[in-house]
């Protein structure tokens, strides 16, 4: 059986665990939009003292560009470092899995006064996720400011390859300024 460590930063909140089959064997987090960097080798390293891992799966947003960064870039150095695969996940899939609603959208906190939105059905998101102010997202029930489910997380399907960045970054290179 496959133990996988799942990896998710881009909310304000740090999260790991270890999951085999149904079995959570480590579960851990920290708070801090910008305490990405410190809290997931320390939350990394609290796990891998549980058990070993086969496979990383990872968050991959929409979210905050830096935290992304940090999450994707460890994940991938990680599995890269150990020769173990690494999968990439919709985020907002991971807390919409335990919604049991027919119609419903699920936000989380984007900064600037947005939110990073997707809208599902019976489970099953319809569409692309996007970020807007709260006020020009409407339609079904909103589910705010929740954290991705790790054990959904990890047994969502892992196909994206690329960070879901859902506008710039607020850093921009020289060459490229006005």
């Not at 851990?28 to 320390?42: E, I, N, Q, V, Y």
């Not at 339609?139 to 196909?159: E, R, T």
Request: with cysteine; charged share 20%.
């Amino acid at each position: 059986m496959s133990k996988i460590l799942a990896i998710d930063t881009s909310t304000s909140r740090t999260s790991v665990a270890i999951i085999e089959a149904d079995s959570v064997l480590f579960s851990g987090f920290r708070d801090g939009a910008t305490a990405h960097g410190p809290s997931l080798p320390a939350l990394v390293h609290e796990a891998l003292a549980i058990s070993d891992v086969d496979e990383v799966v990872v968050g991959m947003g929409p979210g905050p560009f830096t935290g992304l960064r940090v999450g994707i870039a460890f994940a991938q150095s990680f599995a890269l470092a150990r020769e173990i695969p690494v999968r990439g996940v919709c985020s907002l899939d991971a807390i919409a899995a335990h919604i049991d609603e027919k119609d419903f959208i699920i936000t989380v906190d984007a900064r600037r006064k947005e939110v990073y939105w997707a809208r599902y059905t019976d489970g099953v998101r319809v569409g692309e996720p996007a970020v807007n102010f709260p006020a020009d997202v409407s339609g079904a029930p909103i589910h705010a400011d929740l954290f991705p489910d790790m054990q959904a997380l990890v047994k969502l399907p892992g196909n994206i390859t690329e960070p879901i960045y859902l506008r710039r970054p607020d850093a921009v290179a020289t060459a490229d300024r006005p």
